[in-house]
């Protein structure tokens, strides 16, 4: 038999265990030891008396040969190995660590299997019975693979020991103690016998060994805090479980040097650093962040610092885009902080032509901008604009960006998704989530079969003023830090607490409401139920006639026919375009028209008597347009585009439907017969509303009245209105003919120089102001939400709400600007007004209140659902702004049911661990992965973390999943929230006793995430069909290509068909089906895709879109069973 070991005819591993079988000690050389290649031999390892076994250092990458390769230099060879031979202490101290962590990573690596279990357990005892030995080798690249074997004494039949004239036998090749080595069909060992040769070997292995570094301690040391070792705390696995989760976090990502230098740093409050550090982090990890925080903590400001260490660290070019009334703003912050950036209003975006789009993209000031800021990015939540079109083709290219927005989701989910895909413009993802593909994620969401935050964690940063008084917060009294345990006295009011901002106690002002009751019924002169009437119920349908049988309408109710045009259109044409979209479109605008109707005629009897002009005007255009044979463009956009930001749903939707129809594919008679209807009711409506003047106005002569009291007459007082026509109401009465100085109004971003009346109102909150001469500090401020989003007026400590509120977002809004932190204040004050009827004065404010509550539900009924999520009625919330309960307030803040904090307690939880006791956190972030304990639990089952990562690729954040199992196996949810709550535990908390079942439990979990991991990888790398702008660009190309001689224009059209059969973005493919509808061919076709390649930066596209390789190895985190 030959003695050549190829891994194909004979297999190492079989040859090492029988000759095991015979030996009495062994002596192994290897390059490389993983615990892999003991699983295989450990039957045949307990019986021997001495195992010793030589590593080598496997930090040391760079061979020998590799600098021969590099270099071809011997010179720099002999200095190498010169250098290796007399390594310094504390290089052979960082040899053997690493070394270490290397045997840490295999014992990690491994299957959580009963056998690997008790093989570690095995080699531990061997160790500690002084039957292993092991070493590292330090003074060089231990190349050489030997395995030496001592024959041990044979025995014949009756017990008698027989002379056995070989020493001992040895087997040298390429093959390392691992799986592979062992097992792997590419090795290649030779067995050697012979007393001689068993000599030499043995002799040139005890040269070796005693110029090694004794590994045993450092190698039992890794074993026994391994997984397989003993389970280790509950509280362990709570605290490995946090921090894995949340580690990315917990790094600094600002050079401290920077930290110190620039101004703007200098200024941020502990938690904004945190901010900026966290949103900075991601934004580098996937290409944008939001920033999210609720108002009054400084999103701006962080935001701010932000484009700062961009333009720092990495020379960004930046670019803020804002709301035009934000815009002063951004430009002084530009210049106070040197961000370097260009600042352009979101109305530069245009939505009427093309000429927005080209704007960033071609304008030399703009064009070579690389990083954005948005700021109320929740302004581009509807991708279907123009404005969103220009944002988003100006960021195709790979362009990196900042969303700040207080509200990053309005109305649905896709709010947020079409937000997230400025910046992250490809649905297929690295973002750690399964599936990994953002249409089909938010698709779940929608079905409520995934989380949205298991997917905002990673690009969101979103914290409350709780939260913040809670993790960085300071007690007024003693001074010392808040404890997050004992929080509930600060959320009662028994204790106060402050954050530290600029080095100075800032305080959160305490909120106080007060509701004004006025008559809406005497505010209409008795007409009010009569009017109610007039604007009509929802209803599903229109009715067929006016009056009659069929008439499902009463006659003296508005028709909306006018805002509902596809029930007029003949039914062959109604599936046809463009009635389809219509339908689709228009659905709403009856709807969203009433419940207009309904919140003006609350809000003043100017503002309902304003609308109904309006929209009687319109009625009227839009008659004598039916009358001529046309069915006209609509002009309500124009007409009532004051007020846009309080209807942007409905201009929205009027935007849509506003087409040129052929009035042939109507029901025209019946059209008109319903439009002649509203006309009347308008004029109707006029006729009855008219003879109300400012004087018989019971709600404004309220207001007047409340002015003189004592409790407001002496304070700065902000009075808000969802309506322009109301706020200019409010003025020309509190301030006729404009001849006081200390009131002004504020209804639109052109209506009034911003900056200058809020820096007359909140001088001390805006030093920056200079009053010009003549000027005089404001009291009374009236304005709309103009005022509401981004500015800091925390001077003032009053807000009178003359509108009902529905919803307490915009109260909220509202009241962050002047509950801000660096306010003065102690407590600021808000007045609601509420309206009752006559009927009602007897009664008590809850039953009023429910009244109103019903009243709302009478008038939408259906049509609630299409409102905004800021205008739908909260009911709880109603009773708690008009009850006069302003702690509960803190409750509906804005989208807290969306538990964004789950995460950001856990960060919080390891950032108090790590500044106050640093050792306990290093304690925390060494704690090895794998580790498992068992704790009681009323629920029995299993909890196991599995993360699936390349250690090659750590700037690729690894996919993870948390999963928690009934006690039959059954994975029965993966929500963070819920697990971390059944696993939290304290360092109290008892270990018991793992169930013998654990490691099998844990194995299943394994193998189906690894399975998952596989099916993701193939759905990230499946590439995307061509769409048909690429198909048709390409045909043309190749033909094009055949038809010229030119090499340099070949060569041209090769690189645009590389770039254009590649994945492309959105803006790419709408200019290609452009030229598609268009059917350019030839040379002109060439030319317009030689501009799109340059305009749209193609090159840049395909050097980000080149296929990374990622090589997900699934490992276990840790694990916990429930007994």
Partial sequence: MHDIIDNRNQKLVDQIKRILDSSSAAHFAVGYFFLSGFTAIAESLTHLKELRLLIGNTSNRETIEQIAQGYRRLELIEDKIEAQKYPKRSEEKRMANDTAANIRSSIELMDQTDEAETLVKNLVQMIEEKQLFVRVYTKGTLHAKAYIFDYGIVYDNKGRALERTEKGIAIVGSSNLTLSGITHNTELNVVIHGND??????????????????????????????????????????????????????????????????????????????????????????????????????????????????????????????????????????????????VLSMGMLREDDESGVKLLLDDFKYKDRDFLLIDESHNLRNHSTQRYKVVEAF????????????????????????????????????????????????????????????????????????????????????????????????????????????????????????????????????????????????????????????????????????????????????????????????????????????????????????????????????????????????????ILSEDYNEEQDLMDALQQVSNKYNLADFDAERLQQHIEHDIKLFRNILDLVEPITPDKDAKLQT???????????????????????????????????????????????????????????????????????????????????????????????????????????????????????????????????????????????????????????????????????????????????????????????????????????????????????????????????????????????????????DPNRPDIKGYQQLFLLDDKGNIISRDIPRILGAIKADNTTPTLKLPSDHNSAVMRVKRQFAEEVKHRQAEKEFNQRLTQGQRYILRELRIFFKSVTDEDVKAQVNILEKAFRASVNQAVNRELNKLRRDRFTDKELFNQLIHIYRQHNMHQLQDNSLPTLFQAIPIIICSQAFV
């Fill in 703 to 949: 207001l007047i009245k409340w002015l003189s009291e004592p409790n407001l007459k002496d304070k700065k007082r902000l009075i808000f209105t969802q309506y322009a026509d109301t706020a200019k109401y409010l003025h020309d009465n509190l301030n006729p003919g404009s001849k006081r100085d200390d009131i002004d109004v504020i209804y639109s971003a052109k209506n009034k120089n911003k900056t200058r009346l809020v820096g007359r109102f909140a001088p001390n909150a805006n030093k920056e102001y200079k009053f010009k001469p003549g000027e005089s500090e404001l009291n009374t401020l009236i304005a709309t939400d103009v005022l509401a989003e981004g500015l800091n007026l925390q001077d003032g400590d009053l807000i009178i709400n003359y509108d009902l509120h529905w919803n307490p977002v915009k109260l909220i809004q509202r009241f962050g600007r002047i509950d801000r932190i660096g306010s003065d204040k102690d407590v600021i004050y808000g007045y609601n007004f509420l309206p009752e009827l006559g009927i009602e004065r007897n009664l008590g404010l809850k039953q009023k209140l429910k009244n109103r509550i019903q009243e709302i539900h009478d008038t939408i009924g259906e049509d609630a659902a299409i409102l905004d999520k800021t205008e739908q009625l909260n009911e709880e919330a109603m009773y708690a702004i008009y009850e006069q309960q302003g702690k509960q307030l803190s409750l509906f803040d804005i989208e807290d049911e969306e538990n964004f904090l789950d995460l950001n307690e856990a960060e919080e939880i390891l950032r108090k661990i790590q500044k106050e006791d640093p050792g306990e956190f290093e304690r925390i972030a060494n704690l090895p992965h794998g580790i498992r304990t068992a704790k009681f639990s009323m629920q029995k089952g299993t909890y196991v973390f599995c993360e699936a990562s």
């Fill in 197 to 342: 040769n068993h000599t030499e070997l043995t002799s040139w292995f005890d040269e070796l060994w005693d110029e090694a570094e004794d590994f045993n301690e450092a190698l039992m040391r890794e074993m026994k805090q391994s997984w397989a070792a003993s389970p280790v705390r509950p509280y362990d696995v709570y605290m490995k479980t946090l921090y894995t989760l949340v580690k990315d976090r917990l790094e600094d990502t600002a050079p401290k040097d920077l930290m110190i230098e620039d101004e703007i740093s200098k200024q941020l409050a502990d938690f904004q650093k945190v901010a900026v550090n966290h949103a900075v982090q991601n934004i580098r990890d996937y290409g944008g962040a939001f920033v999210s925080d609720v108002v009054g903590l400084g999103k701006s400001f962080i935001g701010a610092a932000i484009v700062k260490r961009f333009e720092q660290t990495e020379r960004a070019r930046p670019l803020i885009i804002c709301p035009a009334p934000l815009i002063e703003m951004w430009e002084r912050y530009n210049e106070v902080y040197q961000l370097n950036a260009r």
């Fill in 395 to 638: 960021l195709a290219n790979g362009k990196r960006c900042c969303l700040l927005t207080a509200t990053p989701r309005n109305k649905t989910a896709w709010d947020i998704y079409h937000q997230l895909k400025l910046f992250h413009q490809d649905d297929k993802t690295d973002l750690p989530i399964d599936p990994p593909n953002l249409k089909e994620y938010f698709q779940l969401v929608e079905k409520g079969e995934k989380k949205l935050p298991e997917l905002l964690s990673h690009i969101l940063i979103r914290r409350t003023r709780n939260h913040i008084l809670r993790f960085y917060g300071f007690d007024s009294k003693t001074h010392q830090q808040v404890d997050p345990a004992n929080f509930k006295q600060y959320l009662d009011g028994t204790r106060r607490a402050y954050v530290i901002v600029g080095g100075k106690h800032r305080f959160f002002p305490k909120r106080e409401l007060e509701t004004i009751e006025y008559s809406i019924e005497d505010t209409y002169q008795g007409l009010y139920q009569h009017l109610r009437e007039y604007i009509g119920k929802s209803r599903k349908t229109l009715t067929p006639s006016l009056g009659g049988k069929k008439s499902k309408v009463p006659t003296d109710e508005l028709s909306y026919a006018r805002y509902g045009l596809w029930n007029y259109v003949l039914k062959p044409k109604q599936k046809q375009e463009p009635y389809n979209t219509l339908q689709r479109a228009g659905a709403n605008l009856r709807g969203l028209m009433r419940v207009l109707l309904f919140k003006r005629f609350e809000s003043s009897v100017y503002a309902f008597k304003e609308t109904i002009k309006k929209l009687l005007l319109v009625h009227e255009n839009f008659f004598k347009a039916l009358s001529q044979g046309f069915v006209p463009v609509g002009e309500e956009a124009q």
